[in-house]
C-alpha cells in the first residue's frame, strides 16, 4: 500500500505541534503498518470468543484516520493494543510495550549477491513511557548459524548483519529474522530480503528488451515492462507496502521475454501480472488461480476493488488475512484484485481486464461478481452503471458512491455492508442503501462493534452467500 499523500502533514499532539517523522521514517514506517495490520488479522482469525474481539476493537477506531493523518506509529500502537486486547483484558505493562514498540529497518531490500552484510537499523515506532527496560535484548539472522545479538540502551541504533552466501543459485527471496526479548516478554518478526545474482547487468537486460517491444499486446509484455520498472524502484531504495519475491520476480519476467505464454490455466496459485488494458496502458492485479480449470467448464470470477491507500496485495493479505482467497478456494473460483491507485471515480479499467484474462483462463462470463471496499465500493458501485450487464452481483462494503442510473440495479443481487462504527463510510453506505431501495435483491446489514477496517471480515460470508445464490 502507497504512502497516500505527497506532502507530510504537521500533527497535533496534546494541543503542541509536533513535527511527524521524515519522508524515508514514514515509508518504513507503512512498511511496518502493514506487517502489523497483518499480525492482528492473523492473530483476530485464530481468536473466535466474541468478548475478546469486542476487547480488541476499539483499539482499532481509530485506524483509518490515523492512517489518514501520516500517524502510522499510533495505528501501530493501536494495532499492537488490539493484539494483546485479544489476549487478556490487562494493560500491557512497560517492557512489553518495549518490545512491541520496536521494529528493523534494513537498508536494502534487494542486494547484489555479492554483497556480504546488511546495515539494520532498530526504531521505536511510537514512544513508551519509561525507561528501556534492563537487559532488552535483540537478535537478527538470516540463518540460526548466524545470529547477531545486541543489548541496545538507546535507540535508533544500527548493526550490520553478514549475510549468507548466495552460491549457486541466481536468486533467493531470504526472510531477516527480528527478535526482541525483554524479559518473559518476546516480540518477532520477519522482513523479506531478496538476493540476486549478477543484479545490474540483469536489470539492465530486462529493461533494454521491454524497451524494444514495438507493442505491448500481450499479458507477459506488459507484465515485463511492469517489473522492469518495479524492480528498477526497488534497488534504488523504494520500500514496498509488503514483502515483494524480487528474484522471483525477475526471473519469472526473464522467461517471459521468450514470447510464450508463461502464464495459463494449469499454473495454480497466486500471481502478480499486468494486463494490457488499452493502447499504451497496462493494469497491474493480483490474481488467485484454483486447481482443476477445464476449459470446457467456465467458474465464476470475483473481483476485489479495494480501498485508498491500499494496493493489489490487500485483499490478498489484509481484509482478514486474505480470508477472500479462502473463500475462493473452496468454490473453485478466480479471483482478481486489480491496483487501482487513488481513483475515487469508475476505478480500473475492469471488463477489459477480464478480456484478457479470459483468453487465459476459463471465466464465465455470466457470472462475474465484484466487491469492494472503502473506495472500492465507490468503484464498484461506478463499474455496474458504466458497463451494464457485465456483473452477476455487487458488494459494496464501507462505502457508498453516486447512484446516477437506478435500473442498472433493478434485478442485480447487492449486498451492502457497514460497520456500525464506522466513522469514515457509514453516513455514505447508508446513503447507497437509501439510494438502492427499489432493488428487487437488495441486502443491507449493519454490523454492530464493528469499524472500517474489520467489515470486510466480518461481511465476507454474507458476501459469499449472495454470490452463492447469484451463482446458481
Known amino acids: 500500500m502507497r504512502v497516500l499523500c505527497a506532502a507530510i502533514v504537521v500533527l497535533t499532539a496534546n494541543g503542541a505541534r509536533a513535527q511527524p517523522p521524515a519522508a524515508a521514517d514514514l515509508v518504513a514506517m507503512r512498511y511496518e503498518l502493514g506487517q502489523r495490520l497483518k499480525r492482528f488479522e492473523a492473530a483476530w482469525e485464530k481468536q473466535e470468543s466474541e468478548p475478546a474481539r469486542r476487547r480488541a476493537l476499539p483499539h482499532v477506531e481509530k485506524l483509518t484516520q490515523q492512517f489518514f493523518s501520516l500517524q502510522f506509529g499510533e495505528a501501530g500502537r493501536g494495532l499492537d493494543r488490539a493484539g494483546f486486547a485479544l489476549l487478556t483484558n490487562d494493560d500491557p505493562g ?4 518495549w518490545a512491541w514498540s520496536l521494529y528493523a529497518v534494513p537498508e536494502a531490500r534487494v ?35 548466524q545470529v547477531t545479538t545486541i543489548k541496545p540502551e538507546k535507540f535508533p541504533h544500527t548493526v550490520t548483519i553478514p549475510l549468507p552466501a548466495l552460491g549457486d543459485f541466481k536468486g533467493l527471496d531470504r526472510k531477516l529474522y527480528f527478535l526482541v526479548e525483554t524479559g518473559k516478554e518476546l516480540r518477532h518478526g520477519t522482513i523479506g530480503i531478496s538476493q540476486i545474482a549478477d543484479l545490474d547487468a540483469r536489470l539492465a537486460a530486462l529493461k533494454t528488451a521491454t524497451a524494444a517491444f514495438e507493442k505491448v499486446d500481450t499479458i507477459e509484455r506488459a507484465t515485463a515492462r511492469d517489473r522492469a520498472e518495479l524492480l528498477a524502484d526497488l534497488v534504488g531504495g523504494t520500500v514496498p507496502e509488503t514483502d515483494l519475491p524480487a528474484a522471483d520476480l525477475l526471473a519469472n519476467a526473464e522467461k517471459m521475454l521468450d514470447g510464450k505464454p508463461f502464464y495459463t490455466a494449469d499454473k495454480v496459485g497466486q500471481f502478480w501480472l499486468s494486463a494490457p488494458t488499452s493502447a499504451k496502458g497496462a493494469t497491474a492485479a493480483r490474481v488467485y488461480v484454483p486447481r482443476g480449470l477445464d476449459p470446457k467448464k467456465p467458474v465464476p470470477v470475483v473481483v476485489a476493488l479495494h480501498g485508498a491507500g491500499g494496493s493489489e496485495n490487500l485483499f490478498f493479505e489484509g481484509y482478514g488475512a486474505g480470508h477472500i482467497v479462502k473463500e475462493c478456494r473452496e468454490r473453485g473460483w478466480l479471483l482478481v484484485a486489480p491496483r487501482s491507485g487513488l481513483a475515487f471515480g469508475g476505478g480500473p479499467p475492469v471488463p477489459a481486464l477480464l478480456d484478457q484474462l479470459a483468453a487465459r483462463y476459463p471465466i464465465d462470463p455470466k457470472r462475474v461478481f465484484v466487491v469492494g471496499h472503502s473506495m472500492g465500493a465507490m468503484q464498484a458501485v461506478e463499474q455496474v452503471q458504466k458497463h451494464p450487464g ?15 442510473d437506478a435500473k ?10 457497514v460497520g456500525e462504527k464506522d466513522g469514515i463510510a457509514l453516513t455514505m453506505t447508508r446513503g447507497l442503501n437509501k439510494a438502492l431501495a427499489g432493488g428487487k435483491n437488495l441486502t443491507y446489514k449493519e454490523y454492530a462493534d464493528i469499524e472500517h477496517m474489520v467489515i470486510v471480515r466480518a461481511a465476507l460470508p454474507d458476501v459469499f452467500a449472495v454470490f452463492d445464490a447469484a451463482a446458481k
Open 408 to 417: 442498472a440495479f433493478a434485478q442485480l443481487p447487492v449486498f451492502v455492508g
Open 390 to 404: 457485465r456483473f452477476a452481483a455487487l458488494a459494496a462494503l464501507g462505502g457508498g458512491g453516486t447512484v446516477r
Open 111 to 145: 542486494v547484489d549477491g555479492k554483497v556480504k552484510e546488511l546495515r539494520v537499523t532498530i526504531k521505536p515506532m511510537y514512544a513508551v513511557k519509561g525507561d528501556v527496560p534492563k537487559g532488552l535484548e535483540v537478535q537478527l539472522w538470516f540463518t540460526d548459524k
Open 94 to 97: 512497560t517492557a512489553r510495550q
